[in-house]
């Protein structure tokens, strides 16, 4: 059964240092998505994105993060300078045409930010 | 602005009981609701969809939730728990003009032999 991977499973980086977070969705799927889980609290939407541009993102989505889609597999999560509060974990999800409305998440990847 | 709560932050239950973790919901739309399962070291999986189709959701190992728009609630529900129910659950509802999810806290579900 097709499922979305991310790489790493695990990421510790020092404060002010650029993380990238890697994400291959399911092969035919349009939508890709970013959602992140701070330890205790809830899933959190971050950004969507679709036909090569961000079609939505959240306040928490400023200007240290960035996406990009660098060829036909991958999707990607840049945080430009990290900090302490971005430690979570981040979440890759996809989606098709079909079935419509069905978002399929990866495994994650831990951000530990020191 | 659309939201969930799901009302338990822990249920626990007895191999063979019925399971039922409760979800309330806000929305100023007609609302799509979802039921999520993590479990360790997983990836979120989903359980069942509600899109506005029957008010009675069947999902996948068991599970169902029912649409109720005038009590707002979109409880999950199952009628044997089994050891492998053990998990996170999350209540999800997002709106038709966003594909953006909104999670709620999360329930775990702990299943005792």
């Known amino acids: 059964e097709p499922e979305v991977t991310q790489t790493p499973s695990h990421q510790v980086t020092q404060m002010g240092q650029e993380v990238i977070l890697r994400c291959v969705p399911i092969?035919?799927?349009?939508?890709f998505y970013w959602y992140r889980q701070i330890l205790g609290q809830k899933v959190e939407f971050l950004v969507s994105f679709y036909n090569n541009e961000i079609s939505e993102k959240s306040e928490i989505f400023d200007d240290q993060f960035s996406v990009e889609r660098p060829d036909g597999s991958n999707f990607t999560l840049k945080i430009r300078s990290t900090k302490l509060e971005d430690s979570a974990m981040y979440f890759c999800?996809?989606?098709?045409?079909?079935?419509?409305?069905?978002?399929?998440f990866g495994p994650g990847t831990r951000l530990t930010v020191l | 602005a659309q939201s969930v709560t799901q009302l338990d932050s822990h249920v626990s239950v007895s191999e063979g009981t019925p399971v039922l973790l409760r979800c309330n919901y806000s929305s100023s739309y007609s609302p799509s609701l979802f039921w999520y399962v993590q479990h360790p070291n997983k990836g979120l999986q989903l359980l069942l969809k509600y899109t506005s189709a029957a008010t009675l959701v069947k999902g996948i190992n068991g599970f169902e939730a029912e649409f109720k728009k005038s009590e707002t609630s979109f409880h999950l529900t199952k009628p044997s728990a089994h050891m492998s129910d053990a998990a996170e659950y999350f209540c999800v509802v997002s709106e038709g003009n966003t594909d953006k999810l909104i999670f709620g806290t999360g329930t775990r579900l702990q299943v005792f032999p």
């Open positions: 999800a996809s989606e098709g045409n079909y079935p419509a409305n069905e978002q399929f």
């Open positions: 092969s035919n799927h349009l939508y």
